[in-house]
C-alpha cells in the first residue's frame, strides 16, 4: 500500500480472526482517485490472501464523516430500552432533513427476541438444535413473487413475511413428532425484551449544576440512562446551517 501514491501513514491492527490497515493519504490528495488507486492495488495482490480468509472490505472515511452534531436523548422515567426506541423514530426524522450525511445511535439497547431451549423437550420431540436456525431463517423472511395487471393498475405479490413478535417465533414449525407438528414453542421459552448493553450512555450532573454541592451530588448519584445520536454532514454544505 505504500505504494499507492499519496499515502501519508498506514496504521495497522491484527487480532485473532481480523485485521485492519488505516491507511491515510496527505491533505489536498483527491478522495476519488485515491479511493481508485487503492482498490487497483487490492485487487493486484488478492492472489496474496491465505486461504479461507475474505476479501479485503475497503470503506472511505474523510473529515465530513466526523459528526458535526450531538443530541442525548436522557429521561428519569424512561429506561435504556425505550430511550432507543425514541431515538429511533427521531434519528429517522433527522435523515430527512437536507444534507444530512450518516446519523447514527449511539447507546441503549435494542429489541430483541431471545430464544431459550430446554433440553429434555427436544429430547422428547426428537429435535437437534442444529435445525432451529434454518427453520427460523426460512420463515423469517419476504420475497417478491410476481406481479400481475388489473384495471389499468398492477399489483406486486409478495410471500411471506418477517417474524414480529415471540409468539410469531414460538408457531413457528421446526419439525414432525408423532405425526403432529412440533412448534419451537414446545421445545423452547421465548423472550421478547432488551437485548444485553453493549456499551452505556449516561447523564449526570455535578458539583457546579445549580442548587449542586459536593455533598448534595454526592448524596444523590443523579446518574440517568441517555442515548446520544450523532450527524455529520455532506461534502462541501454548511456544518452551522445544518445544527
Known amino acids: 500500500l505504500w505504494e499507492v501514491p499519496g499515502v501519508e501513514y498506514i496504521y495497522s491492527t491484527s487480532a485473532s480472526g481480523y485485521s485492519m490497515a488505516v491507511v491515510r493519504f496527505y491533505v489536498g490528495q483527491n478522495e476519488e482517485a485515491s479511493i481508485v488507486r487503492l482498490n487497483q492495488k487490492m485487487s493486484a495482490n ?25 443530541l442525548t436523548l436522557t429521561s428519569d ?27 447514527k445511535i449511539i447507546g441503549g439497547q435494542r429489541r430483541q427476541i431471545r430464544v431459550l431451549l430446554d433440553d429434555a423437550r427436544m429430547a422428547a420431540y426428537s429435535v437437534a438444535p442444529a ?5 427460523l431463517e426460512q420463515e423469517n423472511k419476504q420475497l417478491q413473487s410476481g406481479s400481475f395487471s388489473s384495471g389499468n393498475r398492477e ?3 409478495e410471500t411471506g413475511s418477517f417474524l414480529q413478535s415471540a409468539e410469531e417465533v414460538g408457531d413457528v414449525v421446526i419439525g414432525v413428532s408423532n405425526s403432529r ?6 421445545v423452547a421459552r421465548i423472550e421478547d ?4 448493553p453493549a456499551d452505556y450512555v449516561l447523564y449526570g450532573t455535578g458539583p457546579a449544576e445549580k442548587g449542586n454541592t459536593p455533598a448534595t451530588t454526592a448524596a444523590k448519584q443523579n446518574v440517568l440512562p441517555a442515548v446520544t445520536i450523532s450527524v455529520a454532514k455532506r461534502k462541501g454544505t454548511n456544518a452551522i446551517a445544518i445544527a
Not at 435445525?131 to 427453520?135: A, D, F, N, R
Not at 407438528?181 to 414446545?186: K, T
Open 46 to 70: 488478492f492472489d496474496l490472501i491465505p486461504a479461507g480468509a475474505s476479501p479485503p472490505l475497503i470503506k472511505p472515511r474523510s473529515i465530513d464523516d466526523v459528526p458535526v452534531l450531538a
Open 77 to 103: 422515567r424512561y429506561d435504556h430500552f425505550t430511550l432507543r426506541r425514541i431515538a429511533a423514530q427521531v434519528h429517522d426524522q433527522i435523515k430527512e432533513v437536507r444534507d444530512v450525511s450518516e446519523v
Open 131 to 135: 435445525s432451529i436456525v434454518p427453520m
Open 155 to 157: 399489483f406486486l405479490v
Open 181 to 186: 407438528p412440533v412448534y419451537l414453542r414446545d
Open 193 to 196: 425484551g432488551a437485548e444485553e
